[in-house]
Nanobody
Framework: QVQLVESGGGLVQAGGSLRLSCAVS????????MYWFRQAPGKEREFVSA????????YYRDSVKGRFTISRDNGKNTVYLQMNSLNPEDSAVYYC??????????????????WGKGTLVTVSS
């Protein structure tokens, strides 16, 4: 059974940084495109960033471009999200997700194969 476990969330002041990690077990990490989504209270879950299996391609939502960086370590079965210049609008539960690469690229919530339980990020003003 594939499991995704996020860590690294917390409380940070505006302008600060956090690094999220997502450890994957029970599957073949190299066959997954890895994603980060987030969900703020009362809002729908939204795409944040994605990275292809070989890290050759990365994707970001417009509001985080230039501030967030996604990376992966296939040797450690882990994906990371470095978040800099955080602002209160970034506050949310951040979820790690995986999608089998054989099914093609998609950033839609319903197209993810596996999900973590999330880690809370709170940015104070």
């Amino acid at each position: 059974q594939v499991q995704l476990v996020e860590s690294g969330g917390g409380l940070v002041q505006a302008g600060g940084s956090l690094r999220l990690s997502c450890a994957v077990s029970g599957g073949t990490f190299r066959t997954y495109a890895m994603y980060w989504f987030r969900q703020a209270p009362g809002k729908e879950r939204e795409f944040v960033s994605a990275i292809r299996w070989n890290a050759g391609m990365t994707y970001y939502r417009d509001s985080v471009k230039g501030r967030f960086t996604i990376s992966r370590d296939n040797g450690k079965n882990t994906v990371y999200l470095q978040m800099n210049s955080l602002n209160p609008e970034d506050s949310a539960v951040y979820y790690c997700a995986a999608r089998d690469v054989s099914t093609g690229y998609s950033d839609k919530v319903d197209d993810m194969s596996y999900w973590g339980k999330g880690t809370l990020v709170t940015v104070s003003s």
